[in-house]
């Protein structure tokens, strides 16, 4: 089955504990993509990748790092976690980047307290 | 950047009524406009996209419009139903262009509610 999955899908933890948030797709989809949700903001680019050892920045790239060594797996590091990440977080993946539509993973709830 | 808004936030209607959800993008050179629906506790969804050579997209109930001159593209839902009630975002970017940043820039969302 084509999926993309997220790990964990739920996580509470405290200011500054370093954390990963996977995502892996067995499409072997080029692109991929990292969003977070946040009431009356709707979905905001944080990072993507056009292939392995690609990336670049979305909208809000700060406090965010990611990495593409493999072309299936796209994890997302907090380095020094805060409470304003605290947000719903998607990935997604598409074919290529001039191949929409992106799937997306079921979502990772991070709470930072 | 894109700017990219979505009226209204909230849209009430009733069963069997349509639904007109408004965006507006700042990005002249944005040619790809998806439609998202989200369900609650839900992964979003690709409903339906347009590309900017187009004016006009259906796919059975829905229907997606765009005007490039104005940059404004609308989605209509006709004959709604309750399973119609979700969030719906749209989106803008721009695809076969070697320059700029590629990235899809999405609007706020919109509530819709279908009442039975």
């Known amino acids: 089955e084509a999926q993309v999955t997220q790990n964990p899908r739920y996580l509470i933890t405290v200011t500054g504990k370093k954390l990963t948030v996977t995502c892996s797709q067995n499409m072997n989809h080029e692109y991929m993509s990292w969003y977070r949700q946040d009431p009356g903001l709707g979905l905001r680019q944080i990072y993507y990748s056009m292939n392995v050892e690609v990336t670049d920045k979305g909208d809000v790239p700060e406090g965010y790092k990611v990495s593409r060594k493999e072309k299936r797996n796209f994890p997302l590091i907090l380095e020094s976690p805060s409470p304003n990440q605290t947000s719903l977080y998607f990935c997604?993946?598409?074919?290529?980047?001039?191949?929409?539509?992106?799937?997306f993973g079921d979502g990772t709830r991070l709470s930072i307290l | 950047g894109e700017n990219v808004e979505q009226h209204p936030s909230t849209l009430s209607v009733q069963e069997g009524d349509s639904a007109v959800i408004k965006c507006t993008y700042s990005?002249?050179?944005?040619?790809?406009f998806p439609w998202y629906k989200q369900e609650l506790g839900k992964r979003p969804q690709l409903i339906i996209d347009i590309r900017s050579n187009v004016g006009e997209k259906k796919d059975q109930r829905i229907a997606v419009t765009l005007n490039k001159t104005a940059k404004h593209f609308s989605l209509h839902i006709t004959e709604t139903q309750p399973e119609d009630s979700a969030v719906y975002f749209c989106a803008a970017s721009r695809l076969f262009d070697n320059t700029g940043r590629r990235a899809l820039t999405f609007g706020s969302g919109t509530r819709l509610q279908v009442q039975p």
């Open positions: 990005d002249s050179a944005s040619n790809y």
């Open positions: 997604a993946s598409s074919f290529d980047y001039h191949n929409q539509p992106q799937h």
